[in-house]
Structure formats: structure tokens, C-alpha cells
């Protein structure tokens, strides 16, 4: 296996809204990033995937892009991000930039000019189509926000697709000049000095000839999910390719793709080693482990997981990828859930479950990605309101359940809590003052209330707290080859609290002891794993050097990483 620099690296996602406001105006921006460089260097790790900051109306936070060229006003100034980018470089740390090029924003000039007249030359910039026979939409395809994912647009009489807000006009990359403007933009930021790109769902960038409607999945509605019409196109791996010739192999870079509905055989070859295209994708098959199958309203119809489930999908995955894809490792984003809340326990165990589900990140195969406060352990938040949110698609599905469904207040509250994004949105809790630090002024969305117990001050000088386990966590990655390039084998498959594993080379060997759950299971080591000497290398529990592994009791979320020779 080829040693590479971004096989080895930690990589730490900021979703700069809420990071950290430097000017009082209640939005988190670049220069507050820079304040909390020497935090992030602290901490150590050594990439930040920094979530979109270009010029948007902010339809959909900054996913919505109307410049791929300029920094929103809120965030600050391109020379802000150049002093950002100066500030990470000078501290050993690369910065990646997310590119948003499935849509943009229809206050993009692309599509201003798109929408003027059916022979503008902008016009086959996008996708448009002409009403059915009786004025209804092209397809019944459903947006991923709730409705049609048609737009309706007088000046021209046709429809525009939009499979996220009716604000987000999707691109059409069967047109050379669009492909061509995004190679060109793409090597704009690139000269300038980024380290490389994450690719928003780069996978829906070629839809299905003619745009056929999708089979029906949900009997209730009118519109229907048509991820087989717009993943994993059949022009896909040929526009990845044609990337890869004209802007990524001139350049040593790490690129990573929000790939959902990816079958594994393909995110295999898009990122090989030898002739893939990109370094890593986002698989998104065990982010569906607490999700009702068959629908797209899943998201929102969860389910009890469970663990023998998760060690399947999280070992196909690996073993499918061995010996030329790579895989990526998370468990939260900006668009999902708080990882101590949906895998852990946030009240009785909040510190010891999130520090196993650090471990079990750190110390598989592939690339750890830390969200925003995951270091912290930050939690999900309970806003009594539906007024107390502010994503666009929490809003849309309140909606939705609430007038169309049947769904009443309540029930539509508890489905938010339990899986809205605006969960990972709320301001980082740097310390005990006012709005956790994040502000002086009135934070965009509002500040968990348990701030005062969860902040980054009071972690960071207690060496049991969870931000000095990430760190150890980290620094364990750098001094053992082991964890970033050994081979992973699964024990115990079918055992419902215990995930138990081993990763080798050259002679190496990690133990890896999980327990995910609150109760007290026994542990038993198999009897393939012989060894000479023991050295504990990390454990969320104190354990002594002198305790025999043979045979023991875990405590409720106990994880152990053993040495063994």
C-alpha cells in the first residue's frame, strides 16, 4: 500500500457559521477561524475542510453559491481567507474548500442569463424542460427538500430541475462550457494555494438520458425519490475523468466526494490508487443503520440500530476497498445528527461513550474526519420551537408532516430533535460566558443550553476530558503505522454490545476492545490472538498494565486499544 500523505492525516470539518464570530454580528466567520488557529493546531490535526464561505443568498447556508470566486460578505474578504489560508500553512495545517458544482445558486450570472430567453447562450447551462400536455412538471421527481424537484418559470414556459431548494438550479454537465467554467474556477482556488477539495455530491452530476420518472416509493405522495435517475449517472466516471486529466493529477492534493447510493464496486474504482479519480469517498450505507429502509422519508422514521449491523456494513466496506480504495471515517457532519447523541449516551455516559466512538473512528482504516465540537462531545439540542430553527429542510418537512401528513407538533418536534441538522449547526461552546464565546452579539441560531457544562475552556485544562483523548487519540495516529496502513480483521460478528477487532503489518499488531453499549458484557480473547507482550496504547477507563486480557468484564461504552508483540 502506497504511503500518502492524506491516508495519514486527521481532518477536521469547519462549518464556519458557527464557529466562531469574531465581529459581534452573531454569524461565525474567517476571521474567527484564525483566532482559534493555535486551538486547532492544539488539537492536531492536520487539514480543515472548511465548508462553503463563497458569495450565497443563503438559501441553503452557503450551499446555495452565486461567486465561486468571492467571500461572502458575512464571512469577510478574500484577503481574510488568504490570511487564513497563511495562518493554517504557517501551522503545519492544509485546508481543503468544499466545491458545490451538482447546482448554484439561481442568483448565479450563469443562470440569471439561463433564465432570459429559451436562445440565451447560458440557456443549456442548466437543465430545463417543457411542461406535460396538462402544465404539470416534466417528472415526478421529488426534491431532497419536500415537493416537486421542478420549478416552474414564466418568462419561458418551462421547468428548471432543482433536486435540492427551488434556489439551487441543478447544472448540466452533459454541456462542455460547463464542465469547462468549473475546471477553470476549480484551478483558480487551487493556484491560489488550497490543498484540495471536498465534493459535494459530486455523484448526481450525471442523470439518466431523457429523465425518466421514478418508481413509485412512497403511495402518499405525488412525488417520488429518484436516486436511479440522478446518482451515479452513466457519464459519471467519464466527467471524473476528464476532471482528473484537466485540473487534479497537475496537483498533490486530497479530494474526497459526498458520494450517497454509491454501490461499493464503484466508489472501489473511483478511487483507486492507480487509475481512480478521486482519493476517498463519503459512503453513506451505515448513516442509514437507525433509518426505517424503503423510503425516502427514512431520514425521518427512525429505528432501534443495531450493532452486529453496523460491524457488517463498516467490514464490507473495508474489506472492499483493500488494496487500492480508500475509505473515510465519520460518524457526524453539518447534515447529520450529533454522534454522542445518535451512537452514544449524552446524559448518563456522555463522557466515557464519546470518547469509544473517538476510538473506534481513529482506529480503523481510513481517513478520520472530526466534526465542529465533536471533540467537545457536543450534543443534540431540543428547541421547543419550530421558529427556534433555521434549516430550510427541517422547515420544509415540519411543513410537510404538519399540514399534509397528519403529524401534530409534538410528534414532528421529537423527529427534529432526533435527526434535524440544525443539530450540528449550533454554535461551538468555547467557554461558560454568554452564548458559550461564540458571540457578543445574537448568535444566528441559538447556543445549546448545556454550554456552561460542554466548553472547550474547561476541557481543554482537564487532562480525563474528551478534547485531551481526541488529541491523544491523534498523536497515537502519528507514532503508530499500524493504525493508519495496518489490515483489519472483525471477531465476534454476531455479539450484540462487543466490536472487537485487530489491524496488522509488518510484524505489528493492534487490539482493538469496544464495548457500545451501557451494559457490562464479558469479554473473551480468541484464541487466534497470541502474544508475547501487552502495551496499552489508549483506554477511556483507568485499566492497570498488570491486568490479564484473557478473560474480563467491560464497563458500560469501555473501549481498549492494546499493542500486542
Known sequence: MKRQWWKEAVVYQVYPRSFNDSNGDGIGDLQGIIEKADYLQELGVDVIWLSPVYKSPNDDNGYDISDYQQIMDEFGTMDDWDELLDALHDRGIKLIMDLVVNHTSDEHPWFVESRQSKDNPYRDYYIWRDPKPDGSEPNNWVSFFSGSAWEYDDRTNQYFLH????????????????????????????????????????????????????????????????????????????????????????????????????????????????????????????????????????????????????????????????????????????????????????????KPSAKLLATYLHTMRGTPYIYQGEELGMTNVRFPSIEDYRDVEIHNMYKEYTKERGFSHEEVMKKIWTTGRDNARTPVQWDDSENGGFTTGTPWIKVNPNYREINAKQQMSDPDSIFNYYKRLIELRKQEDVIVYGSYELYMADHEELYVYTRSVNGEKLLVILNFFAGEPAFQLPEDIVFNHKTLLISNYEVKDSENISSFTLRPYEARVYKLN
Do not use: C
Open 163 to 350: 433536486l435540492f431548494t427551488k434556489r439551487q438550479p441543478d447544472l448540466n454537465w452533459e454541456n462542455t462550457e460547463v464542465r469547462n467554467d468549473v475546471y477553470k474556477m476549480m484551478t483558480w482556488w487551487l493556484d491560489r494555494g488550497v490543498d484540495g477539495f471536498r465534493m459535494d455530491v459530486i455523484n448526481n452530476i450525471s442523470k439518466s438520458p431523457g429523465l425518466p420518472d421514478a418508481s413509485v416509493k412512497d403511495p402518499d405522495s405525488d412525488y417520488q425519490f429518484a436516486a436511479e435517475h440522478f446518482a451515479n449517472g452513466p457519464r459519471l466516471m467519464e466527467f471524473l475523468g476528464e476532471m482528473k486529466e484537466r485540473v487534479l493529477k497537475h496537483y498533490d492534493i486530497m479530494t474526497v466526494g459526498e458520494t450517497a447510493f454509491l454501490p461499493i464496486d464503484s466508489a472501489r474504482k473511483m478511487t483507486d490508487e492507480n487509475d481512480g479519480f478521486l482519493n476517498m469517498v463519503f459512503q453513506f450505507e451505515h448513516m442509514a443503520v437507525d433509518a426505517q429502509p424503503g423510503t425516502h422519508a427514512g431520514k425521518w422514521e427512525t429505528r432501534q440500530w443495531e450493532l452486529p449491523e453496523l460491524k457488517r456494513i463498516m467490514t464490507k466496506w473495508d474489506k472492499e476497498m483493500e488494496g487500492g480504495g480508500w475509505n473515510s471515517l465519520y460518524f457526524n457532519n453539518h447534515d447529520q445528527p450529533r454522534q454522542v447523541s445518535r451512537f452514544g449516551d449524552d446524559k448518563q455516559y456522555h
